[in-house]
């Protein structure tokens, strides 16, 4: 395998890896929390793709946003909020400063 492509593979296993961990570790809480959204408080949700940031505003959730992912621009809501991921790489740091609910991911 070529040295490019490998550390590709390996960037993208230790995303989904980290994205995996973020959501088992809430797990416990996740009921709780999608209790208290619908008494009113907001879940934090981050997309890691574009489109799914769309569904988001599509879905009338869009408020629930607090992260996109790179080439996030549509609506214009969306591509005002922060990035902290790109089709390779996800900000892991700022991920876990973040503290959001719910990751989606493609």
Do not use: C
Not at 46 to 72: C, H, I, K, N, R
Not at 79 to 94: N, Q, W
């Amino acid at each position: 395998m070529k040295p490019r492509v490998a550390a590709v593979l390996q960037t993208a296993t230790s995303t989904l890896l980290v994205a995996a961990l973020l959501i088992a570790s809430d797990a416990s809480s996740a009921a709780e929390k999608t209790t208290d959204a619908h008494r009113g408080n907001s879940l934090r949700v981050v997309t890691l793709a574009p489109s799914l940031a769309e569904l988001m505003f599509a879905a009338q959730a869009g408020d629930q946003l607090v992260a996109v992912s790179a080439f996030t621009d549509y609506p214009q809501a969306a591509a005002k909020l922060p990035v902290i991921s790109d089709a390779f790489v996800v900000d892991e740091e700022r991920l876990a400063m973040l503290k959001p609910d719910l990751l989606l991911a493609w």
